[in-house]
């Protein structure tokens, strides 16, 4: 059934608005898959709303990823899983972890069935299905970051748990433009270890070359921005959007 409406109107604490969430979730309660029509039956028949404000509610919590059409659940019941909450919650104080981190961190202290990959890899669709989650390619790595992280956040968050990463960055932060040649030696880091990141770096546009026949290097403005809040704060939770 398709639903287009205009939803700027609504918020989640709307009455009408948690009204259907409501009834979705007895739909999903009594274990059926979450159909859009039968939602909409439903509703239509317990409350009083008229029918363009009702499919308007339905297609804002379908935005809002507060329902998914063909899932059993909603995006609160989604959390009642314990180890999909722990998922969720060491995403959250660790934004930018990758897959193998999680396995070593998470399900060395499981047990039983939740403690396999596969498990793993299911409750992470969940959460990304739900948009608790995003995921963010960074060169070779695939990182988890909770959803209202902005991705330049959590990009140089990722890159600066690497020792010498963090070296890098905050060297060029603190001292600003300076000879690319120059910083492997700044920082007493082996030539080809710090050459191979700083390329990483500049291609990811994290680092600019200053075109004057020097080159020299400086961070970028916006991650020099980001730079700031980070080694200010020391609290990536609080970069959330």
């Known amino acids: ?27 999903t309660e009594e274990n059926k898959i979450l159909n859009i029509e039968n939602l909409y039956s439903l509703a239509k028949r317990r409350l009083r709303i008229p029918r363009k404000g009702l499919l308007k509610i339905i297609q804002y919590l379908l935005n809002k990823k507060v329902l998914v059409e063909g899932s059993k659940y909603t995006k609160e019941s989604v959390l009642d899983n314990e180890y999909r909450r722990l ?25 039983g069935e939740e403690a396999s990959s596969g498990q793993l890899i299911w409750h992470l669709e969940m959460l990304l299905k739900f948009k608790y989650i995003k995921k963010l390619k960074v060169k070779n790595y695939s990182i988890f970051l909770p959803i209202e992280m902005a991705d330049e956040v959590g990009r140089i968050s990722f890159l600066m748990n690497d020792q010498i990463n ?15 040649a120059g910083v492997y030696k700044k920082i007493n880091e082996q030539r080809e270890h710090v050459y191979y990141r700083l390329n990483n770096f500049i291609e990811l546009d994290i680092i600019n070359v200053v075109e004057n026949g020097e080159n020299l290097i400086d961070l970028s403005e916006q991650y020099r921005e980001i730079t700031s809040q980070l080694l200010g704060n020391g609290n990536m939770n609080k970069m959330l959007n």
């Not at 969720?88 to 193998?100: A, L």
């Not at 963090?166 to 690319?180: A, D, P, T, W």
Request: charged content about 25%; aromatic content about 8%.
């Open 166 to 180: 963090r070296k890098i960055v905050e060297l060029l932060y603190e001292s600003g433009q300076m000879k690319m």
């Open 87 to 111: 998922i969720y919650t060491y995403i959250t104080r660790n934004p930018g972890v990758y897959f193998s981190q999680l396995k070593r961190d998470l399900l060395s202290d499981a047990e």
């Open 1 to 27: 059934m398709p639903i287009k409406y205009p939803v700027k109107s609504l918020g989640l604490e709307h009455p009408n608005v948690q009204k259907v969430i409501q009834i979705a979730e007895e739909l």
